[in-house]
């Protein structure tokens, strides 16, 4: 099973900007679609962003569109969330998961497994 790692949640004020990291094994990296959730208080945990190692394809979530990019290193197995302009309403526990069959593309979110530990975010004034 694909081991992945979350990092760089935090407290921010609101329009403020935070960078996620998801670490993950070379194998993973290399032939899975990482994909990034949140799950706030009292609400079920949604898929907001994933790209995929197969085509590059890249799938934001409305709610986030032209405020985060997701992007990967691949000399350091890694794919970021750069979160920009953040609202209170972004306040969760994110995570990263990878799917085989690198499918990115907003429809296949129950194929994500493999969850990280998960990463406090908290926009907050």
């Known amino acids: 099973q694909a081991q992945l790692v979350e990092s760089g949640g935090g407290l921010v004020q609101p329009g403020g900007s935070l960078r996620l990291s998801c670490a993950a094994a070379?194998?993973?990296?290399?032939?899975?679609?990482i994909g990034w959730f949140r799950q706030a208080p009292g609400k079920e945990r949604e898929g907001i962003s994933c790209?995929?190692?197969?085509?590059?394809?890249?799938y934001y979530r409305d709610s986030i569109q032209g405020r985060f990019t997701i992007s990967r290193d691949d000399a350091k197995n890694t794919v970021y969330l750069q979160m920009n302009s953040l609202k209170p309403e972004d306040t969760a526990v994110y995570y990263c998961?990878?799917?085989?069959?690198?499918?990115?593309?907003?429809?296949?979110?129950?194929?994500?497994?493999?969850w990280g530990q998960g990463t406090q975010v908290t926009v907050s004034s």
């Open positions: 998961a990878a799917s085989y069959p690198p499918r990115c593309d907003g429809n296949s979110w129950e194929d994500f497994s493999s």
């Open positions: 070379g194998y993973v990296f290399n032939y899975y679609a």
């Open positions: 790209i995929s190692s197969r085509d590059g394809s890249i």
